[in-house]
């Protein structure tokens, strides 16, 4: 089973408290997992180490070419760095430079190869093209199982 995600790029802390409860309590803990990620700040960076501390395998799907330069904090960049050493592929959408469109490719080529994905969502709309909003609606479509992980009342910054 291949589990995708997708979600937030800030997440207050309960937020991630109850994504990596469900992840602790949902995923295979051993070679079996397969997690795939953008790499994002975030959900995804937060996903991605889950899978590898669960002794999962890692695939990633980075938006373009330079992406790491377009992570928020440094701290988001060295982690970025950490765990795409640590994947097992990485794919890199053909897109030159980050924007809204290689975002939402990236995306949905992650939502193509996976069997499940995690949405790390307050529910709201996107915020631009290729939000989680969008990914979320792409995967639905799609007929992809989502579980979206989210506590009630809390809002994001």
Known sequence: MRFGVTGHRVLPPSIVECAVRHWRRVLPADA?????????????????TQVLAAGGTLEVVLPCEGYAGSLMADESRARFSELRRAA????TMPYPEPSDQAFLAAGQALVDR???????????????????????????ARGLPVTVLWVEGVRRA
């Open 114 to 140: 996976c069997d499940h994905l995690f949405a790390v969502w307050d529910g709201r709309p996107a915020r631009g093209l290729g939000g989680t909003a969008d990914i979320v609606t792409y995967a639905r």
């Open 32 to 48: 079996q997992l397969c997690g795939v990620s953008n790499l994002a700040d975030g959900a995804d960076q937060l996903f991605a």
């Open 88 to 91: 097992a592929s990485v794919l």
